[in-house]
T-cell receptor, first 117, second 113 residues
């Protein structure tokens, strides 16, 4: 099955600086790559996603890049703010249907992002 | 807010007991997936329900079972609870036949003692 590795496990950056979280996946058939933000006591919140036919996607301060050849994808957050502090998860799936398809989403172990004031 | 609601929010059970967790999917969604999230880990896929049938399953034993109802809401049942079943159980709602996005509820924190 799919295996997703995520680095780093903890990332501390100064407010206003950029943060980058990297993930690799093992199954070349994976074609859908969402990123989730999880705050303490809450469920994961979808913040951005990318499909395998696209190399990069941006949404305001957040961007995701995908390198299918190397089987890795990254989350970039610019101009970080205190409210960006949370745990971020990458995920991958072979999505022929919905919500990860019949095999579901395979998640990384998470990155605890700390924004220092 | 995603519109996905789960109940209860917290639950304490004794080893060997059975538990039922509930999920109401987001309006317009027809598919529900369940995940188990141990402390400090990413969510792990348990199974998915579409058209009231199990549509896919992760590496979980048969004592984890589920249901989906005609209104697309869902239940997760766990029999013969073990201490290792203590985790946050997450429900994700999506739409098969459309966009890929899955939206999660706030989860049910299950503690087995």
């Amino acid at each position: 099955g799919e295996n997703v590795e995520q680095h780093p496990s903890t990332l501390s950056v100064q407010e206003g600086d950029s943060a980058v979280i990297k993930c690799t996946y093992s199954d070349s058939a994976s074609n859908y790559f969402p990123w989730y933000k999880q705050e303490l006591g809450k469920g994961p919140q979808l913040i951005i996603d990318i499909r395998s036919n696209v190399g990069e996607k941006k949404d305001q301060r957040i961007a995701v890049t995908l390198n299918k050849t190397a089987k890795h994808f990254s989350l970039h957050i610019t101009e970080t703010q205190p409210e960006d502090s949370a745990v971020y998860f990458c995920a991958a799936s072979i999505s022929v249907g919905s919500g990860g398809g019949a095999d579901g989403l395979t998640f990384g172990k998470g990155t605890h992002l700390i924004i220092q004031p | 807010e995603t519109g996905v609601t789960q109940s209860p929010t917290h639950l304490i059970k004794t080893r060997g007991q059975q538990v039922t967790l509930r999920c109401s999917s987001q309006s317009g969604h027809n598919t529900v997936s369940w995940y188990q999230q141990a402390l400090g880990q990413g969510p792990q896929f348990i199974f998915q329900y579409y058209r009231e049938e199990e549509n896919g399953r992760g590496n979980f034993p048969p004592r984890f079972s589920g249901l989906q109802f005609p209104n697309y809401s869902s239940e997760l049942n766990v029999n013969a609870l073990e201490l290792d079943d203590s985790a946050l159980y997450l429900c994700a709602s999506s739409f098969t036949g459309g966009a890929h996005e899955a939206f999660f509820g706030q989860g049910t924190r299950l503690t087995v003692v």
